[in-house]
């Protein structure tokens, strides 16, 4: 059939009228019709191919008498085009704050709802889904209104919910408790929202993620998700059992075609092929403009109305996600299974806008905390548990932790957005923190420890407000006063801890030197100043000290005091500190523990030994730890791509040395 195939392309490249393009459309998926059945229609397309090039050739146009005679020249084909069928659903990729600011994040998701809501009035089988609480939230908070018209379309089956995540979110730098926080606060939010059962929710639609961990399955089948649909991360594998290492699996769909797909004419070609391949006869056509909101237009749905009354094309019919997914699983046989990791995709994305993946990180592990001790606390009966603050915290760490958020690709007004919000949700973590260690401490009888001090004039009540923020800590107002100050220490872990603790002590009028660290029982606990003078912070003074210490597990406590050591005659005043240095040494920068002694070069910092003194062998054989600044070459996708190398430059000149303490306890140097 090659002259075939030179005068239907001949008439696709000259013959551009509705009535040409559709039979030259219905030949070339005549064609793949016959392709898949042994060639069996050749003859009959063959036939209908020469009878409209001669037309074409004597009229120079396809006029649609001649349209109307071919297709009933291949009437015989009907049957056969028909019997596949192409499962149609709209949707609008919309991404959270990704080169824009969240208000307009807020605009096109509420531009792009109200489209949707007045196309399913004007075509009254379009069908819809979008995924993300997120954009639900969005609704619910700036138009409530729309939010009823979207309830009556959801009530109905054609507008979807494949949510099962707060936004779709990178899939590799979250941790495992917020990919649960996200199947765990979505559903009831949705749920709840539009009186739907949990079993609903049970589709994962993660389109445009930049790749899938290997526990992936693992987490969704235990939060009772059964699907996942999803384009990146795997190659030549549409349909497939995702499988954990614990065994358990989700039914994967990886789209062949693309989640922004436009709704062409010429893009269903392949069904015939594809459907052969798996032994099936239904196709799904997810269609929208995306990225920036959008979704169906009329002119999609129109179209797909136009192919469905030509006689040599599939069937096109409204569904849903949902509706494929159970089709397949009751019609495809012998699925394969994938058992590994589906990464990655963008290597850039590991190390573009570290400040939003400190923040998802911190943020993590502040709530987690946070949550640890005011359950603690509500248990005890000493504190209520605030389940509407973690769960507002949470949701801020999870819309972070959008595919085009925590992985870097955004711009300034993405990243200012996301530090902002992580603020928030750091303000509801150590509220809650601060409240319920506060609350135990309250209820913890240490009567027997506090000093019968006179504190009437004291000025240590109310020190240290928000010291340590800045490094993402959090502080109790400072309720000790007097010569003696009482600690209690917590441990959150499953395991018993011991560890060096930094205290700050507010306010202290005793000689440092004279300063001991007891345990409930009075022993003396092994410590170490960090400031051997007070230090000032906002009206009041402040010393720390390292003290180590030993806690029992599963939020087990102890109690320690700081106070002064009146047994101690000792005359703290020697000669040696007398007057200044006597002697002259070079500084020598060095950190030791029993296992390992490693030494670095003044100037820069390098590392020039790394000594185990275990095995007595020296580890390095020339200068390391060196910090290094990359020149990439530049690229169209540099949030993305890690370019090419252009120059690298050694970053360790010119160094300030900030802090070097090298005591019993702890060693550390800081420089910049």
Known sequence: ???????????????????????????????????????????????????????????????????????????????????????????????????????????????????????????????????????????????????????????????????CQWVEPDNNMPSGESHCRHLLYTKSYLSKLFDLPLSYFNICFMPDTFGHHLNTAEILADGDVKYLYHCRGIDNQTFYRYKAPSGKTVLAYCEPRWYNDVVDVHNYFYVPSFCKKWGINTVLAVFGTGDHGGGATRRDLQRFKQMNSWPIMPTFVYGTYKQYFEYIENNLKDIPVVDKEANFIFNGCYSSQSRLKEANRIGEQALDEAEKYSAFASILGVHNYNTKAFSSAWERVLFNQFHDILPGSGVIDTREYGRGIFQESLAYASTEQTLALSAIADNTDTSDLMPDDDISFSDAEGAGNGFGYGEFNFSVPNKAAGNKRVFTVFNPSFHERETVLQLTVWDWQIDLARLIIKDENGNKLESELIDHTPQFYWGHTYFRLLVNVKVPKGMGYITITAEENRDDKSDYTTPSSIGGPRTFSVAEFSLENEFIRAEFEPGTMLMTSLFDKKHNKEMLNEKSAVFRLIHEEPNTMSSWVVGPYMKVENAGQNIKMLEYHKGSLEQRISYN
Not at 75 to 90: D, H, P, R
Not at 127 to 144: C, D, H, L, M, R
Request: contains cysteine; proline residues 2%; aromatic residues 12%.
């Open 1 to 163: 059939m090659i002259i075939n195939f030179f005068k239907l392309d001949r008439m696709k490249k000259t013959a551009n009228t509705e009535f040409a393009v559709r039979i030259c459309v219905e030949l070339e998926f005549a064609l793949e019709l016959s392709a898949v059945n042994n060639n069996v229609f050749d003859n009959i397309i063959e036939n209908t191919v020469d009878f409209v090039f001669s037309k074409f050739e004597t009229d120079t146009v396809i006029t649609k008498a001649v349209t109307l005679e071919a297709e009933k020249m291949l009437s015989t084909l009907s049957e056969a085009a028909k019997s596949y069928k192409v499962i149609c659903i709209g949707h609008a990729h919309i991404d959270m704050n990704w080169q824009w600011r969240f208000d307009e994040t807020v605009s096109i998701t509420l531009a792009t709802f109200k489209t949707m809501l007045n196309l399913m009035d004007e075509y009254p089988d379009f069908t819809f889904g979008q995924s993300q609480a997120s954009v639900y939230k969005i609704v619910e908070k700036y138009n409530p209104q729309m939010l009823e018209e979207i309830k009556k379309r959801v009530k109905e089956g054609r507008w979807e919910i494949p949510a």
